[in-house]
C-alpha cells in the first residue's frame, strides 16, 4: 500500500494495460515498410514476368524474320537476284517490341526496304521474271503456241486446188482455170507447185475436206501429193476428192487408202498421154470411177459434160 492508501501495485497494472492498448510509432513505421517491400516485391514479380513474356516474343519474331529472309533468298532463283535491286528484311528490335508490345512494330517489320528506300509489302508475290526478260519469255511462248497450232492446222476453209499440166500438151488449161475460178475459195496451181499445195493441206483443220483436180501432168501431181499425205507424217490426212483428167504417169493406177473417191476421166486416144483405168488399193475405203472419154487430151477439162459431174462432186464435200 502507499502513503494514500492506494495500492501500487495494482496502479503498476492499470498503466500496463493502458500502455498495452496503444500503438507506438515505432510499430507503424515497421507495418509501412512491410507493406512498401510486399507491394514492391510483387510488383517486381509482375514486372519480371511481362518483361519475360515480351523477350520470348521478340526471340519469336527475331527468329521468324531470319528465317522468312532465308526463304525470300533460296526462292528467287540465280538468274532473278543478278542485277536485281537488293532488298533485306529487317530484324525486328527486342526493345521495340518490350516498348510497345510488338503489334506496331510487328506491322512495320512486314515490309521489305529495298534499295531505294522504298518500301513494299512482302504479302505481295513478286514474280522475279518481270520486265522485258517476261516478256522475252512470252513472246517465245506466244510464237511456240503458234507454230503448233499452224501444225496442226487452224484454217477452217476446204482445200480445193485445180492443178494444170504442161501447157505444150494441155493447150493453156483454158477449162480448169475457169472452173477453179467458179469454185468458191479455190485455187489453181500449176504441176510443179506440191510444196506450196502441201503447206496449204498442213495449215487446214481436219475437219476440211481436200479436193484435188489435175489435169495432165497435174492429175500426176494429185497423186504424188495423195501418196505423201498418206503417211505418218501427215497424220494420213484423207483426200476427200480426187479428179483426174488424162493423167500421164504410167505408176500412177492405184489409187492409195486415203482417197476416198477418185474420178478418172482418161481419153481413147494417144496411149501416151493418159495412164489408163485406175484401181483402188482398198475398195473398202476408197471409191474409184473410171470413164473413157471420146475427147483429145487437151479438150477434155473444155468439155461441159466433164465439168458439170466435177463440179458437182465438190459440192457434194463441202
Same mark, same amino acid.
Given at each position: 500500500?502507499?502513503p494514500n492508501?492506494? /495500492? ?7 498503466? =500496463?494495460?493502458v @500502455?498495452s &492498448?496503444?500503438r507506438?510509432?515505432?510499430? %507503424?513505421?515497421s507495418?509501412?515498410?512491410?507493406n512498401?517491400l ?11 514476368d511481362e $518483361?519475360?513474356?515480351?523477350?520470348? &516474343? ?5 527468329t521468324k524474320?531470319?528465317?522468312? *529472309?532465308?526463304k525470300?533468298?533460296?526462292k ?10 537488293t532488298?533485306? =528484311?529487317?530484324?525486328?528490335?527486342p526493345?521495340n517490341?518490350? %516498348?510497345g ?6 506491322e ?8 531505294d *528506300?522504298?518500301?513494299?509489302d ?13 516478256g *522475252?519469255v512470252?513472246?517465245? #511462248?506466244?510464237?511456240k ?6 501444225k496442226?492446222g487452224?484454217i477452217?476453209?476446204p ?8 501447157e505444150?500438151?494441155?493447150g493453156?488449161?483454158? *477449162?480448169i482455170k475457169k ?13 510443179d507447185?506440191?510444196?506450196e499445195?502441201i503447206?496449204e493441206?498442213?495449215?487446214r ?7 484435188l483436180? &489435175?489435169?495432165?501432168?497435174g492429175g500426176d501431181t494429185?497423186f #504424188? ?6 503417211t505418218? /507424217? ?7 476428192l480426187m479428179?483426174?483428167l488424162d ?7 492405184i489409187i492409195?487408202q @486415203?482417197?476416198r473417191? @477418185?474420178?478418172?476421166?482418161? &481419153? ?7 495412164d489408163?483405168?485406175?484401181? $483402188?488399193? @482398198?475398195?473398202?475405203?476408197?471409191d ?11 479438150e477434155?477439162?473444155? =468439155?461441159?459434160?466433164?465439168q458439170?459431174k ?6 457434194l464435200?463441202?
Open positions: 500500500m502507499g492508501g492506494v /495500492d501500487q501495485n495494482s496502479n503498476s497494472t492499470t498503466n =500496463t494495460r @500502455n &492498448g496503444r507506438s510509432p515505432g510499430s %507503424k513505421t507495418n509501412k515498410l512491410k512498401i510486399g507491394k514492391a516485391k510483387a510488383d517486381s514479380v509482375q514486372i519480371s $518483361a519475360k513474356q515480351k523477350a520470348k &516474343g521478340a526471340l519469336k519474331n527475331i524474320g531470319v528465317t522468312k *529472309g532465308a525470300e533468298i533460296l528467287a532463283p540465280l538468274s532473278a537476284l543478278k542485277g536485281a535491286p532488298s533485306v =528484311t529487317p530484324i525486328p528490335s526493345l517490341l518490350l %516498348k508490345g510488338g503489334s506496331k512494330d510487328d512495320k517489320d512486314q515490309s521489305i526496304v529495298a534499295a *528506300g522504298k518500301k513494299e512482302s504479302g505481295k508475290k513478286e514474280d522475279p521474271l518481270k520486265g522485258n526478260q517476261a *522475252g512470252e513472246k517465245n #511462248e506466244a510464237k503456241i503458234a507454230k503448233a497450232i499452224k496442226k487452224h477452217r476453209k482445200a480445193i486446188f485445180f492443178i494444170g499440166g504442161l505444150t500438151f494441155s493453156g488449161y483454158g *477449162g472452173m477453179a475460178e467458179s469454185v468458191p475459195g479455190a485455187r489453181y496451181y500449176s504441176w507447185q506440191k510444196d499445195m503447206a493441206i498442213d495449215k483443220h481436219v475437219s476440211q475436206p481436200v479436193v483436180v &489435175g489435169h495432165s501432168y494429185a #504424188e501429193m495423195a501418196e505423201e499425205l498418206n505418218l /507424217d501427215h497424220n494420213f490426212r484423207q483426200v476427200n479428179v483426174t493423167s500421164v504417169g504410167g505408176e500412177n493406177d492409195p @486415203n482417197v473417191k @477418185n474420178l478418172n476421166f482418161f &481419153g481413147e486416144g494417144n496411149p501416151l498421154l493418159n489408163g483405168p485406175h484401181v $483402188a488399193r @482398198n475398195n473398202q475405203l476408197s474409184v470411177i473410171n470413164e473413157l472419154r471420146s475427147e483429145g487430151h487437151t477434155l477439162d473444155d =468439155t461441159k459434160e466433164i458439170y466435177i463440179l458437182k462432186e465438190i459440192n464435200q463441202l
